[in-house]
Every structure is written in structure tokens, then in C-alpha cells.
């Protein structure tokens, strides 16, 4: 088990640039959640997959943002034509089941800043 | 709608002090509640969880939780305070029937040597 892999640790990208961020989950969890968290606040749901299928996308997924988790494993976040908004860190998370039983195991995050 | 509130933002103790960090919960039923820790600049990492039995919940690194269903309440406490312990804590509770979570603002708990 070597917990959840995110990458890059560190973002910097000028505004209006597209960034792609990876998260590989704990291999057998089957479920991986993505999670916004600006400064000085907790983290917010922004999607879910359950193994490829993307099941909810948050309010908070502007249609600049996509993810897509292909064949159930690694999992991606785009942001197009970013936005100084958009600077925050993204969390990945996986689970082995319902998630809400077992607790997410996450990964350390993406820190993006958008200058 | 459930929502956590951790209210206080801030938290200092001296090295070796005891510690309680607050959160208090509205949910429709009996919730499961999640304490989560994060160090700078790192991910979120799970301290302990509540899901039914026992109210007072162990978890690692010498933390413990009591659900007050009377008080609507999960707090977080520790006997004796680390200098390792600074970091922020969140508090969390699933929304209900889901898998998303509903995190707190944080507390973020500073330790004087």
C-alpha cells in the first residue's frame, strides 16, 4: 500500500494557460473523490468516481474543469483557461468502500497558483 | 442540510498540556464523524472515526473523540500536547446516504515548546 500519489506537488501557471493535474489511488479502492481547498477553509467535494464512472460533479465544477478516470485506475483533473480563482490546493482521495464507513485516504494534494 | 463548525479557529497550548479541539454537528440522524489532521502543506489524514457503540472513539497518535448526541457534538481531545501535534484539524461528517464529505473550517493548533 503506497497511498495516494498526486501529481505535481506545486502548480504555478499564468492565467488563461490549461494545467492537468494526476492522482493514482490505493490500488484496490475502487472509489477516488476530488476535493478543492482554498485558504483557511476545509475541503470541498468537487467529483466522485466509482471505479471509470464519474457518478457527481459539484456546483463548483465550472465547465472549464473536467476529470475523467479511465479503466477505473489513475484518475485526472484539467482546468481550462485558468482563472486567479482557481489558485487553491486539489485533493485526491480514495476508498475501499461506501466512504462515508471507512474514511477517504488521501493524497498531499496539488498547490495551484494562477498568476 | 447537515454542517460541521469547528468553532475556534485558532488553538495555542504549551508542550505536554492537554488539549480540545471543538465540533459541533447538525445531521438528520446518528451521523458518522471523521477527524481529520493536516500538516503544512500535505494532505489530510485520518486521526479517528465514529460510526455507532462506544462514544469515546480512539485514534492514532494518542487522540481521542466523545460523541454527545445530547450536545450534538464530536470533540477531539489529547492528554498531553506534542510539539509534532501543530498542524490543522478538520471535523467531518458524510452528507447523508453519500459519499461526500462535509468538512469544517479547521482549527489550527500551534504548540508552545
Known amino acids: 500500500d503506497t497511498g495516494v500519489s498526486q501529481d505535481p506537488r506545486h502548480k504555478i501557471t499564468k492565467r488563461g494557460q490549461n494545467v492537468t493535474f494526476r492522482c493514482d489511488p490505493i490500488?484496490?479502492?475502487?472509489?477516488l473523490y476530488w476535493y478543492r481547498q482554498t485558504l483557511g477553509q476545509g475541503p470541498e467535494f468537487l467529483t466522485y468516481?466509482?471505479?471509470?464512472?464519474?457518478?457527481?460533479k459539484s456546483r463548483l465544477l465550472s465547465d472549464r474543469f473536467s476529470a475523467e478516470r479511465p479503466k477505473g485506475s489513475f484518475s485526472t483533473l484539467e482546468i481550462q483557461r485558468t482563472e486567479q480563482g482557481d489558485s487553491a490546493m486539489y485533493l485526491c482521495?480514495?476508498?475501499?468502500?461506501?466512504?462515508?464507513?471507512?474514511?477517504?485516504?488521501f493524497g498531499s494534494g496539488t498547490r495551484l497558483t494562477v498568476v | 442540510a447537515q454542517s460541521v463548525t469547528q468553532p475556534d479557529i485558532h488553538i495555542t497550548v504549551s508542550e505536554g498540556a492537554s488539549l480540545e479541539l471543538r465540533c459541533n454537528y447538525s445531521?438528520?440522524?446518528?451521523?458518522?464523524l471523521f477527524w481529520y489532521v493536516q500538516s503544512p502543506g500535505q494532505g489530510l489524514q485520518l486521526l479517528l472515526k465514529y460510526f455507532s457503540g462506544d462514544t469515546l472513539v480512539q485514534g492514532i497518535k494518542g487522540f481521542e473523540a466523545e460523541f454527545k448526541r445530547s450536545q450534538s457534538s464530536f470533540n477531539l481531545r489529547k492528554p498531553s500536547v506534542h510539539w509534532s501535534d501543530a498542524a490543522e484539524y478538520f471535523c467531518a461528517v458524510p452528507t447523508s446516504g453519500t459519499y461526500k464529505y462535509i468538512f469544517g473550517t479547521g482549527t489550527r493548533l500551534k504548540v508552545l515548546a
Open positions: 468516481f466509482q471505479n471509470e464512472a464519474q457518478l457527481e
Open positions: 490500488s484496490e479502492h475502487n472509489r
Open positions: 482521495a480514495s476508498s475501499r468502500r461506501t466512504g462515508d464507513t471507512y474514511g477517504y485516504t
Open positions: 445531521y438528520g440522524a446518528t451521523p458518522y
